[in-house]
């Protein structure tokens, strides 16, 4: 059984940086697309970044993230991290790890973690 744990989150001053991480555990399997997504108070879990592939990965992120977040991956690992930088109240949120073994349209993810807490005070 594979598990997702995610780590790294905390309390931040606006503008400060956060690193986070996703492990994966348990059955061994290789993730094609890893992702992070969050989740605000009193709003629905949105998307922010994922890493597509291994030899030469493709990243995607949200508008509201480019250029302050980057997502990386540690193939051999099996880890995802996201990098945050120049951190904004507006990035609170609990941040969720998501792993999928293939492709697919709309893109759907076979495992999730059970999130971290990111907090950003202003």
């Known amino acids: 059984q594979v598990q997702l744990v995610e780590s790294g989150g905390g309390l931040v001053q606006a503008g400060g940086s956060l690193r986070l991480s996703c492990a994966a555990s348990?059955?061994?399997?290789?993730?094609?697309?890893m992702a992070w997504f969050r989740q605000a108070p009193g709003k629905e879990r949105e998307f922010a970044a994922s890493?597509?592939?291994?030899?030469?990965?493709?990243?995607y992120y949200a508008d509201s993230v480019k250029g302050r977040f980057t997502i990386s991956r540690d193939n051999a690992e099996n880890t995802a991290y996201l990098q945050m930088n120049s951190l904004r109240p507006e990035d609170t949120a609990v941040y969720y790890c998501a792993a999928a073994r293939m492709y697919s349209i709309p893109q759907e993810y076979d495992y999730w973690g059970q999130g971290t807490q990111v907090t950003v005070s202003s």
């Open positions: 348990g059955q061994t399997t290789k993730f094609y697309i």
């Open positions: 890493i597509r592939g291994s030899v030469a990965p493709v990243t």
